[in-house]
């Protein structure tokens, strides 16, 4: 079952824009990661951040948590083509051994 | 520093044959979990293995097993192929003690005709 939800599920912007996605999960979690995928294949760790942090930058990449309101939040400044792909929230639960729940992602379309 | 490795890249199959992916973790890496992505889905958590045994399980059925070896590497089987098993296998590797922060390989394509 899919625990995150993310939301647009597909936002389509020209570069230099920023880009916002949004992720709401269920239960209480230990971390909530993000995640990136190129047409398909693998995914890439973009960042991960803690039940007790509320905010973390990389980069260009800025996230937001509000454990109240089980749900985060992706910023991405000044988008470049090479953006392009899907973007995944994944949570990891308190519940023993860690595995990830991912939503359904949000697919992220930057034009030149 | 080779990153997590996949085994076969693509692979077809017809319906009710059997399959065997393998993956190789990141250097320095204990644990292993594969996940099942089907087409414009999330990834679905199947199972994880750490010290060579099943430490946790999603809800998949038992067609679906898998192995650890002592040098870390992994194997998922898959008997009694479906249609639905068709999808994006992926692997995905990290130290048990140290957040989670799992480092995927590229996956597995898997088509069942």
């Known amino acids: 079952s899919q625990q995150g939800e993310e939301d647009p599920q597909a936002l389509s912007i020209q570069e230099g824009e920023n880009a916002t996605m949004n992720c709401s999960y269920k239960?209480?979690?230990?971390?909530l990661q993000w995640y990136r995928q190129n047409s398909g294949r693998g995914l890439v760790h973009l960042i991960l951040?803690?039940?007790?942090?509320r905010e973390k930058h990389s980069g260009r990449l800025r996230v937001t948590l509000d454990t109240s309101k089980k749900s985060s939040s992706l910023l991405i400044t000044a988008s470049r083509a090479a953006d392009t792909a899907s973007y995944f929230c994944a949570t990891d639960t308190p519940s023993g051994y860690s595995t990830l729940t991912f939503g359904k992602g949000t697919m992220l379309l930057v034009s030149p | 520093d080779a990153g997590v490795t996949q085994s076969p890249t693509h692979l077809i199959k017809t319906r009710g044959q059997q399959v065997t992916l393998r993956c190789s973790p990141k250097s320095g890496h204990d644990t292993v979990s594969w996940y099942q992505q089907a087409l414009g889905q999330g990834p679905q958590f199947i199972f994880q293995y750490y010290e060579e045994e099943e430490r946790q399980r999603g809800n998949f059925p038992d067609r679906f097993s898998g192995h650890q070896f002592p040098n870390y590497s992994s194997e998922l089987n898959v008997n009694a192929l479906l249609l639905g098993d068709s999808a994006l296998y992926l692997c995905a590797s990290s130290v048990i003690h140290l957040g989670n922060e799992q480092y995927f390989g590229p996956g597995t394509r898997l088509t069942v005709t």
């Open positions: 951040i803690r039940s007790n942090e």
């Open positions: 239960t209480s979690i230990n971390n």
